[in-house]
Nanobody, 123 residues
Framework: QLRFVESGGGLVQPGGSLRLSCTTSGFNVDDYVVAWFRQAPEKEREGVSLIGLNDGRKYSDSVKGRFTISRDTVKNVVYLQMDDLKPEDTGIYLC?????????????????WGQGTQVTVSS
């Protein structure tokens, strides 16, 4: 059974940094496409970044150059390093797994979702 727990969220000032962790069990993080999504109040769920097979990475235009996704295949953890945070980055960040290898941010491709961790960027 695939399980994962997100952590690392919190309150940070604009321009600050956070590192989110998606700690997994029941599968190897390098066997699937693993993505980070975010859910802001009254907004649709948005794909932020994904890491696929062969370390292929993808970022949304809104975070490109500020966020970095990586994974530790020994610890089976996927990280999201978030720098130069902005108030519009506020939301619940969720980890998700796509077993179809679509390599997209289409939410329907992701069959497994975590509960999320709250990120609030505010002064």
């Amino acid at each position: 059974q695939l399980r994962f727990v997100e952590s690392g969220g919190g309150l940070v000032q604009p321009g600050g940094s956070l590192r989110l962790s998606c700690t997994t069990s029941g599968f190897n993080v390098d066997d699937y496409v693993v993505a980070w999504f975010r859910q802001a109040p009254e907004k649709e769920r948005e794909g932020v970044s994904l890491i696929g097979l062969n370390d292929g990475r993808k970022y949304s235009d809104s975070v490109k150059g500020r966020f970095t996704i990586s994974r530790d295949t020994v610890k089976n953890v996927v990280y999201l390093q978030m720098d130069d945070l902005k108030p519009e980055d506020t939301g619940i960040y969720l980890c998700a797994v796509d077993p179809t290898y679509e390599n997209s941010f289409r939410t329907g491709a992701y069959m497994y979702w975590g509960q999320g961790t709250q990120v609030t960027v505010s002064s």
